[in-house]
């Protein structure tokens, strides 16, 4: 089964600083999807960032980019010139890709980091 | 709008009294899930759908039932709430087939079982 592990439940940051959550995760299958989501105080889930396994390039978004280590199996995700809209909920979430390509696409997602944008 | 749709966004209920928590969308995709989310325990998968007709178990199914009579609609039965029940749930849908687009989410609904 696979494993989602955020380790800091709450990190803050000033407005403009750089912020790097972390996210590891366990898994023996070698094509997968991992995805960081953010929810803020409105509870929608939005999505952030993707990245594919298979990809070596690190995936990047705007402000938000990714540090993908697939031997470590590490998925950190970087904010640059953090706002304070940034302010929220963020999970990490894995997915596998079905080898037949019709089965259950279940996200396993970590417990989550509040991140706080202070002013 | 491609949009995910749940209603309704808050319910408080009592113990026993069977209850339906809607979900449709406008997509045309072909997967739908729900998911609970729990403080500490993140997102966890109740039940699945890959297309009409065809559900199956997440990881935490016991108490809901689902059907999926219509591709746009999933909706989540329970037929006797408890208050552990008490949580935030989420119906998503993405296109299926294993394909690499993201999962949409609904707004949420938060359920309260006394």
């Known amino acids: 089964a696979q494993t989602v592990t955020q380790s800091q439940p709450e990190m803050s940051v000033q407005e403009a600083e750089t912020v790097t959550l972390s996210c590891t995760y366990d898994t023996s299958e070698n094509n997968y999807y991992l995805f960081w989501y953010k929810q803020p105080p409105s509870r929608q889930m939005i999505l952030v960032i993707r990245q594919e396994a298979y990809k070596q390039q690190n995936a990047t978004e705007n402000r938000f980019s990714v540090n993908f280590q697939k031997a470590a199996k590490s998925f950190s995700l970087k904010i640059s010139d953090s706002q304070l809209g940034d302010t929220a909920m963020y999970f990490c979430?894995?997915?596998?890709?079905?080898?037949?390509?019709?089965?259950?696409?279940?996200?396993?997602f970590g417990t989550g980091t509040r991140l706080t944008i202070i002013p | 709008e491609a949009q995910v749709t749940q209603n309704p966004r808050y319910l408080i209920t009592v113990t026993g009294k069977k209850l339906t928590v809607t979900c449709s969308q406008n997509m045309n995709h072909e997967y739908m899930s729900w998911y609970r989310q729990d403080p500490g325990l993140g997102l966890r998968q109740i039940y699945y759908?890959?297309?009409?007709?065809?559900?199956d178990k997440g990881d935490v199914p016991e108490g809901y039932k689902v059907s999926r009579k219509e591709k746009r609609n999933f909706p989540l039965i329970l037929e006797s709430p408890s208050p552990n029940q008490t949580s935030l749930y989420f119906c998503?849908?993405?296109?299926?087939?294993?394909?690499?687009?993201?999962?949409?989410f609904g707004q949420g609904t938060r359920l309260t079982v006394v």
């Open positions: 759908s890959m297309n009409v007709e065809v559900t």
């Open positions: 998503a849908s993405s296109q299926g087939f294993g394909r690499k687009t993201e999962a949409f």
């Open positions: 979430a894995f997915r596998t890709k079905p080898i037949s390509n019709f089965g259950n696409e279940k996200l396993t």
